[in-house]
């Protein structure tokens, strides 16, 4: 048997190739053309041809559903590859995944340590200082209150503003609809919205907005839109989010934060579609199974 990989990783078999492995006229019925898609690794240095062949080659002459087994061969072959493949898609986004929650915590404790703990220092520092004053019976006793007033409501903002980034409450509380109008009430940029008041799953919903909030916030940084539109409803078991601009197009589908949303709807066996040609806009899909919804 005689292989020749390229790069494919969908898999066709084709019975009664005119060619053999070195491109030579082949002997009908003695060769099984395969399309595949192999890692860069496997590829043949000699082709840039997008077909693997395999050649058999007999000494008796073979039976008469020869020709079947070994169509039916090369299919195996072929899934065999794509499901390696898939294994190796499969870990490389867990990496990322658990790269990221990683980065998440860090950026976590960063924020609280440069936010709002330092507000409480500040506070605690300010409101002992006014203690003084007013045992010395100090006028300044009440702006050093007002200050450390102040401080306690600055961090008491900055924490709230931290924990809208780990999930916001209007979603815990109202569903995807309410913190969508939410998100959307606080960009500068005409946003329509039609999203289902109905609650599901929290693990669809926060997956559902955090990539209505990534599609938006990519909108408002490069596409120099002037309108995006939101959707998110449910048919058939399957929650499609659709976040769609008119701005100057080219986003790229491999970029990190695009990246991480096709991860976080991997996770839930979901599919994340991106179009954007030059000039035409961006299109953001997202198809998130609800099962019972």
């Known amino acids: 048997m ?20 070195h491109g030579a006229p082949a002997e009908p019925g003695r060769t099984a053309a395969i399309r595949a898609m192999v890692p860069q690794s496997r590829q043949s240095t000699t082709t840039g041809a997008s077909t693997a062949r395999v050649r058999w080659v007999d000494e008796e002459p073979s039976p008469a559903d020869t020709e079947e087994r070994r169509v039916q061969f090369a299919q195996l072959l072929g899934t065999a590859i794509a499901n390696a493949d898939g294994r190796d898609q499969l870990k490389a986004s867990r990496a990322r995944l658990l790269t990221e929650g990683d980065e998440a915590r860090r950026r976590v404790v960063r924020d609280l340590h ?29 702006s050093l209150v007002a200050e450390a007033l102040d401080h306690a409501q600055r961090g008491h903002a900055e924490l709230r503003e931290l ?5 916001p409450s209007v979603l815990t509380r109202g569903g995807l609809r309410a913190a969508v109008d939410s998100l959307v009430a606080g960009l500068d940029l005409p946003v329509e919205v039609d999203a289902a008041a109905e609650r599901l799953p929290t693990a669809i919903e926060a997956s559902a907005y955090f990539i209505v909030a990534e599609a938006l916030a990519n909108v408002v940084k490069h596409a120099h839109a002037k309108h995006a539109a939101v959707t998110a409803r449910v048919e058939d078991g399957i929650l499609r989010v659709q976040v769609r601009d008119d701005g100057i197009g080219g986003a790229r589908p491999n970029g990190s934060g695009l990246l991480g949303l096709a991860d976080r709807v991997a996770v839930l066996d979901g599919q994340l579609r991106v179009e954007s040609p030059a000039d035409g806009g961006t299109l953001v899909v997202a198809d998130i199974p609800a099962p019972g919804y």
């Not at 790069?7 to 084709?14: G, T, Y």
């Open 2 to 21: 005689e292989l020749r990989h390229v790069n494919s990783f969908v898999v066709v078999a084709e019975e009664g190739s005119s060619e053999d492995a």
């Open 163 to 167: 924990a809208h980034g780990v999930l």
């Open 114 to 142: 440069d936010g709002a703990q330092q507000r409480q220092v500040h506070t605690i520092i300010t409101l002992k200082l006014a203690l003084r004053a007013l045992r010395a019976k100090d006028p300044d006793a009440e």
